[in-house]
């Protein structure tokens, strides 16, 4: 996968991260597109938006 870089918000610290996973929600009829990283200082996610086309894009690779 395509590296990313990421943003801890308990930690303050952004980090890269190539394994990571894609999410798709929808809430009041529009849909928005995450990637989910596991956090490298403890057992949480760290979450970051995506556009529309970043990730049509990731879900091709």
Do not use: N, Q
């Not at 529009?30 to 990637?35: K, L, Q, S």
Request: proline fraction near 2%; charge should be positive.
């Amino acid at each position: 996968m395509e590296e990313l870089e990421f943003y801890d918000v308990k930690t303050k610290a952004k980090f890269k991260a190539t394994e990571y996973r894609l999410v798709e929600k929808e809430a009041k009829g529009v849909t928005r597109y995450f990637a989910v990283a596991k956090s490298l200082a403890g057992p949480h996610e760290c979450w970051k938006i995506l556009s529309k086309v970043k990730a049509a894009e990731l879900m091709k690779k």
